[in-house]
Nanobody
Framework: VQLQASGGGLVQTGGSLRLSCAASGVTFTWYNIGWFRQAPGKERVFVAAVSRNNGKKYNSDALRGRFTISRDNAKNTVYLQMNDLEPEDTAVYYC????????????????WGQGTQVTVSS
C-alpha cells in the first residue's frame, strides 16, 4: 500500500483548501482512511476518518464542522475539504490507512505516506 497526500499550500485566514489522498497497490475500500495533522513541536492529532465497512465518516469535534472528509471509490482517493482556515490549522497533514475497528489515534493505522504542508497566514 502506498499513500500520497497532496493539495497543501499557503492560504490566508478564512480561506479554503482541499487535500487529496491517493492510494496505490490496494483497494481503497478495504481500509479505514484517516486524516491527521502535526504542527511544529506538537503531537500528531486526529482530524477525520472514513471507515472501510460502511463509509461512515468521523470528524474531530475540535474543528467545529469546518473540515469534511469524503471518499471517491472510483478514483481510489479520499479528500479533506478544509474551510474557514485559521493560523492554528497550520500543520503537516497525513492520510494513513488501517484495518482496526477504531480510527481515532495514530496507533489505529499501519500505513503512513508523506504528508502535505498546510500553512495559514494571519
Amino acid at each position: 500500500v502506498q499513500l500520497q497526500a497532496s493539495g497543501g499550500g499557503l492560504v490566508q485566514t478564512g480561506g479554503s483548501l482541499r487535500l487529496s489522498c491517493a492510494a496505490s497497490g490496494v483497494t481503497f475500500t478495504w481500509y479505514n482512511i484517516g486524516w491527521f495533522r502535526q504542527a511544529p513541536g506538537k503531537e500528531r492529532v486526529f482530524v477525520a476518518a472514513v471507515s472501510r465497512n460502511n463509509g461512515k465518516k468521523y470528524n474531530s469535534d475540535a474543528l467545529r464542522g469546518r473540515f469534511t472528509i469524503s471518499r471517491d471509490n472510483a478514483k481510489n482517493t479520499v479528500y479533506l475539504q478544509m474551510n474557514d482556515l485559521e493560523p492554528e490549522d497550520t500543520a503537516v497533514y497525513y492520510c494513513p490507512a488501517g484495518e482496526r475497528r477504531t480510527w481515532f489515534t495514530d496507533r489505529d493505522y499501519d500505513v503512513w505516506g508523506q504528508g502535505t504542508q498546510v500553512t495559514v497566514s494571519s
